[in-house]
């Protein structure tokens, strides 16, 4: 996660002295757009929101969501971190949202869900969306530390769309062991920092009553959630998976845990902003 801010300051620094990005193989015109997100910072509510669609509705449900929503909650003061579908499961999608505080969380979503956008698309999506109960509640495990946000996908310089691979690992904790966890979990993460993988944010439970009732969260946590961006499937295959799956045995012999963890593979949608943004040509 270090690794990434400091690259994302390198692209700051280049933008201000109009020189080139360091390994972006961009001039400092086009990674300009980095400066553009400085102000989409510091988002410590994250909501991890997997959804179940009807069978044969996913596409269809990731073309309403990518035209009609990442603004829409941007706008108020909210943000879509980056949305996905997931590989082991055909008709799951999942996206992530963050606010700035837990007491924007009710302002944003009242404004949202009883507004004019909502309420003019509403019928056609809940059609197709039988199960969107599964959000857990989340913070950063730092409060510095959260997920970066990336600029938006440019539809003209990257016209195929969002890039790259993207994993959850989630962390069932045993109540009153997060933090003796989260010092193991640290830890075993540092071994994900291969080439080709980001680190995007370590979250964990944020254990507050539901403020916004109309959208049930999950109570049966803790839980501890890392994500990392993935450069293709080689990578992931050869370089990742190993040690993510040496680190979940590790981890789950620790004791600390209440089931073994879960490992969710996740392929961007067009528009989302949590994606492969290459540190080197």
């Known amino acids: 996660m270090q690794n990434f801010r400091s690259w994302l300051a390198a692209l700051a620094t280049c933008v201000a002295l109009g020189i080139a990005a360091p390994g972006y193989g961009k001039p400092a015109s086009e990674a300009s757009t980095m400066e553009s997100v400085q102000h989409l ?48 499961h055909p008709n799951h999608f999942t996206w ?39 959000v857990i509640l989340l913070r950063p495990l730092h409060p510095d530390q959260g997920i970066t946000v990336l600029p938006a996908v440019d539809p003209v310089t990257e016209d195929h769309g969002a890039q790259g691979v993207v994993v959850a690992q989630i962390f069932a904790v045993k109540k009153g062991s997060e933090e003796a966890f989260a010092k193991q979990a640290e ?66 012999a620790g004791g600390l845990l209440r089931s073994a963890p879960e490992r969710v593979v996740m392929d961007p949608t067009p528009r989302s902003r949590l994606r492969w943004l290459p540190m080197s040509p």
């Open 96 to 134: 992530l949202r963050g606010f700035h505080d837990i007491n924007a969380r009710p302002i944003v979503n009242a404004a949202f869900y009883y507004g004019p956008l909502w309420k003019e698309h509403r019928v056609k999506v809940n059609a197709i969306l039988p199960d969107s109960d599964n």
């Open 41 to 88: 910072q510091d988002y410590q509510v994250v909501e991890f929101r997997r959804y179940v669609t009807s069978d044969g509705e996913l596409a269809k449900f990731v073309k309403y969501f990518d035209t009609y929503f990442p603004e829409a909650f941007e706008q108020l003061g909210a943000m879509v971190f980056g949305q996905f579908t997931e590989r082991d």
């Open 187 to 252: 830890a075993a993460f540092g071994a994900y920092r291969i080439d080709g993988v980001h680190p995007a944010g370590v979250l964990v439970s944020l254990d507050v009553p539901n403020n916004f009732p109309q959208l049930p969260i999950r109570t049966d946590g803790p839980f501890l959630v890392w994500l990392g961006v993935v450069r293709d499937n080689s990578t992931l295959d050869k370089g990742l998976a190993p040690r993510l799956a040496s680190a979940e045995q590790s981890l789950l």
